[in-house]
C-alpha cells in the first residue's frame, strides 16, 4: 500500500512538473533533441502511465538497450509475425516494424482504450483474454497481484497456442509470465526471439534458467522511468554455442 501511494504521489508530480515543462518549451526542445538518448530519456519522464506520449515518442517500455537490438531484429526480418502477452504503446511501436502483430490483453479496460489507438493500423489483432473466475491448480498460472485473488490466467496465456502459427518474436509483458514463456517455446519461429520484460523482478530467474534458451540481459535507462531496469532476450541454443 505504502509503495502504491508512493508511485501515485510519482507520478501526480511528474503530471503538474509535466505541465509546466510544456509552458515553458522544455517538453519542445527536448522532442527536438530525441535522437540524442539522454534527451529522449528526460522527455519520456513526463510520458509516465501516459500511453500517447510513449505513442508519440515511438517507444515501447523496455531498455533502451533491448529496443535497439529488437529494432535491428525486426529490420533483418521484413514483415515479421509478433505475438505479444500484454498491449500499450509498445503494440504500436512493433506494428510500424513488423508485419503482422497479435496482442491479448487481459484488462477489458485497457483493451478498450487502446481500440482507438490501433484503428488506423491494420496489421495489429489485439484480442481480450480476461482471468479465469477460478483458481488453477497449477500456481504457474495465477498472478501475484492481490486485485487477482481467487482467479488464474491459464486461458490467457495459451491464447497463443490457439492461434495455431509460430512466431517470429514474442513478447511477454502482461501476467503469469513464467507460464506465458513456457509456453511461447513452442510458438517460436526458426531463429525467432522473446523478449521478457523487467526481469529485474527475483521471481522471473528461475523461469528464465529452466528455459534452457539463450539469455542476453539489458539493464539500464528505460523510457518514462526514473531509475534502471532490465529486459531479457532469449533465444534458442544450437549444438555449437550460438544462438538461433
Same mark, same amino acid.
Given at each position: 500500500?505504502?509503495?502504491?501511494?508512493?508511485?501515485?504521489?510519482?507520478?501526480?508530480?511528474?503530471?503538474?512538473?509535466?505541465?509546466?515543462?510544456?509552458?515553458?518549451? &522544455?517538453?519542445?526542445?527536448?522532442?527536438?533533441?530525441?535522437?540524442?538518448?539522454?534527451?529522449?530519456?528526460?522527455?519520456?519522464?513526463?510520458?509516465?502511465?501516459?500511453?500517447?506520449?510513449?505513442?508519440?515518442?515511438?517507444?515501447?517500455?523496455?531498455?533502451?538497450?533491448?529496443?535497439?537490438?529488437?529494432?535491428?531484429?525486426?529490420?533483418?526480418?521484413?514483415?515479421?509475425?509478433?505475438?505479444?502477452?500484454?498491449?500499450?504503446?509498445?503494440?504500436?511501436? &512493433?506494428?510500424?516494424?513488423?508485419?503482422?502483430?497479435?496482442?491479448?490483453?487481459?484488462?477489458?479496460?485497457?483493451?478498450? !482504450?487502446?481500440?482507438?489507438?490501433?484503428?488506423?493500423?491494420?496489421?495489429?489483432? !489485439?484480442?481480450?483474454?480476461?482471468?479465469?473466475?477460478?483458481?488453477?491448480?497449477?500456481?504457474?498460472?495465477?498472478?501475484?497481484?492481490?486485485?487477482?485473488?481467487?482467479?488464474?490466467?491459464?486461458?490467457?496465456?495459451?491464447?497463443?497456442?490457439?492461434?495455431?502459427?509460430?512466431?517470429?518474436?514474442?513478447?511477454?509483458?502482461?501476467?503469469?509470465?513464467?507460464?506465458?514463456?513456457?509456453?511461447?517455446?513452442?510458438?517460436?519461429?526458426?531463429?525467432?526471439?522473446?523478449?521478457?520484460?523487467?526481469?529485474?523482478?527475483?521471481?522471473?530467474?528461475?523461469?528464465?534458467?529452466?528455459?534452457?534458451?539463450?539469455?542476453?540481459?539489458?539493464?539500464?535507462?528505460?523510457?518514462?522511468?526514473?531509475?534502471?531496469?532490465?529486459?531479457? &532476450?532469449?533465444?534458442?541454443?544450437?549444438?555449437?554455442?550460438?544462438?538461433?
Amino acid at each position: 500500500m505504502i509503495k502504491l501511494k508512493a508511485k501515485q504521489a510519482y507520478v501526480k508530480t511528474i503530471r503538474v512538473l509535466g505541465v509546466v515543462a510544456q509552458r515553458i518549451g &522544455l517538453l519542445g526542445w527536448l522532442e527536438r533533441r530525441q535522437d540524442r538518448r539522454v534527451a529522449h530519456w528526460i522527455r519520456a519522464l513526463f510520458a509516465i502511465y501516459d500511453v500517447d506520449q510513449m505513442i508519440a515518442l515511438d517507444v515501447p517500455w523496455w531498455t533502451y538497450r533491448a529496443i535497439d537490438k529488437v529494432d535491428q531484429f525486426l529490420a533483418s526480418r521484413p514483415n515479421a509475425s509478433v505475438f505479444e502477452f500484454g498491449s500499450g504503446a509498445s503494440t504500436i511501436w &512493433l506494428a510500424r516494424r513488423a508485419g503482422i502483430v497479435h496482442s491479448t490483453e487481459h484488462d477489458k479496460g485497457w483493451y478498450d !482504450l487502446m481500440q482507438s489507438r490501433i484503428a488506423t493500423y491494420p496489421n495489429i489483432r !489485439l484480442d481480450c483474454v480476461q482471468p479465469d473466475p477460478s483458481l488453477s491448480e497449477n500456481p504457474l498460472y495465477h498472478s501475484q497481484k492481490e486485485s487477482y485473488a481467487g482467479q488464474s490466467f491459464e486461458s490467457y496465456v495459451h491464447a497463443i497456442s490457439r492461434t495455431g502459427q509460430t512466431y517470429d518474436l514474442i513478447v511477454i509483458d502482461g501476467r503469469a509470465r513464467p507460464a506465458c514463456l513456457q509456453v511461447a517455446q513452442s510458438c517460436l519461429a526458426q531463429g525467432g526471439m522473446i523478449v521478457f520484460d523487467n526481469t529485474k523482478r527475483a521471481r522471473y530467474d528461475q523461469a528464465i534458467r529452466n528455459s534452457g534458451l539463450v539469455a542476453e540481459h539489458f539493464g539500464g535507462m528505460t523510457p518514462s522511468l526514473p531509475y534502471p531496469d532490465k529486459t531479457t &532476450l532469449l533465444r534458442r541454443a544450437l549444438a555449437d554455442g550460438r544462438h538461433v
